[in-house]
């Protein structure tokens, strides 16, 4: 059964409430039947893209959906932190307002020590007086620190429970989102057989155009999906470095250029190659489900792994972690060289 677009959409701002405010597209409903033409390469071709198109916007809906994640669960974490010194500090303020009113119960306010001497004395009564006043003071003071200590941990415990629900919530989302990218990528990867089909009898595909990179070729040999996630919020802080490149589990993942493939396993990254490029850039490849050789030197579209969902992409849908890293420095946004080398 398939998910109409407005109720995926609908769906998702039930969730987690920031589809809409992040202005993605409508979770297509799939590829939709192309229009008739006399030209089957073309008519392919539309099926290709429209299937595309609608696996991109279902990963557009799932990092939506991680980035939401990542919020509620740094919230969560800033509660449990904050939670147990409330406790304490109410613990504490309920300890002393039980020891002022024993003290009180005993006799033993701060201004009963004046009162015999008092008797007559007018500096003195003044000072009883003033004791007197000051010790109810104080006791007020207590009271007002107990109730507003015990009304912001309450409010912060109900919020920690809004949370925990927020996440569960985000959690199913994420886990249908995955079923449905799965589903989608298999219709492109249907959809790309037949292109390659017809173009293997005879006909003929326009070319992408090359990128300032040197790199010459899409990464992932197969139907992908992705989005332009670059910087994206990830939990702990982090920001997401690289293009998520979504695809069937297995899908061979090949060299963008000639150059040295070392393995960079290990981390978040699991499984990982890094292919030191002939044009001076470093390409790191991670999620792998394996890696195809040893360090090794390759040529352009040689096979080098193939994709999974290793390291913190267990239990996510199967994708490619993809960055550039200009002679070999810093990684720079991959997005739009990956949208010209797969388009």
């Known amino acids: 059964m398939r998910i109409s677009s407005r109720s995926a959409v ?28 006399d030209d089957p390469v073309e008519q392919a071709r539309r099926e290709v893209d429209e299937a595309r198109a609608a696996a ?19 919230e969560i974490a800033r509660l449990e ?9 109410a613990a504490e303020l309920r300890t002393n307002i039980q020891r002022r009113s024993a003290e009180l119960y005993k006799g033993a306010d701060p201004g009963s020590a004046f009162e015999a001497a008092g008797s007559g ?27 507003a200590t015990s009304d912001e941990l309450e409010d912060a415990e109900a919020e920690l429970r809004r949370h925990k629900t927020e996440q569960e919530e985000v959690a199913r989302q ?32 326009g070319e992408g155009g090359l990128v300032a990179t040197g790199a010459g070729l899409c990464p992932v040999r197969g139907a992908v999906a992705f989005t332009n996630d670059w910087g994206q919020p990830r939990s702990g802080g982090r920001t997401h470095q ?35 490029g002939d044009d001076g850039v470093r390409y790191y490849y991670a999620h792998l489900s394996r890696i ?13 792994g193939y994709v999974g969902d290793t390291g913190n992409a267990l239990g996510g849908p199967p994708h490619l972690h993809f960055q550039l890293h200009p002679g070999g420095g810093e990684p720079v946004n991959p997005y739009p060289t990956v949208k010209v080398l797969c388009g």
């Open 56 to 74: 991109t916007n279902a990963a557009a809906l799932y990092q939506a959906a991680l980035t939401e994640q990542a919020r509620i669960q740094d």
């Open 242 to 276: 690289g293009t998520d490149m979504f695809a069937a589990m297995g899908t061979p993942t090949v060299a963008v250029v000639g150059g040295t493939v070392n393995d960079a396993s290990g981390g978040l990254g699991g499984i990982s190659v890094e292919l030191l």
């Open 174 to 205: 994420l886990a249908a989102d995955r079923q449905r990218i799965d589903l989608l990528l298999t219709e492109s990867e249907v959809a790309l057989f037949r292109l390659e089909s017809l173009v293997a009898q005879g006909a003929t595909v």
């Open 10 to 37: 609908a769906l998702a701002v039930a969730a987690f409430g920031a589809v809409a405010l992040l202005g993605l597209p409508a979770l297509a409903q799939g590829p939709r039947a192309p229009a008739q033409t």
């Open 81 to 89: 932190q904050e939670i147990p010194a409330l406790r304490a500090q």
């Open 292 to 304: 195809e050789s040893g360090p090794s030197r390759v040529e352009a579209g040689a096979v080098i």
């Open 121 to 147: 004395n007018e500096i003195d009564g003044a000072r009883h007086a003033y004791l007197g006043q000051a010790a109810t003071a104080y006791d007020v003071t207590l009271a007002e620190q107990l109730q």
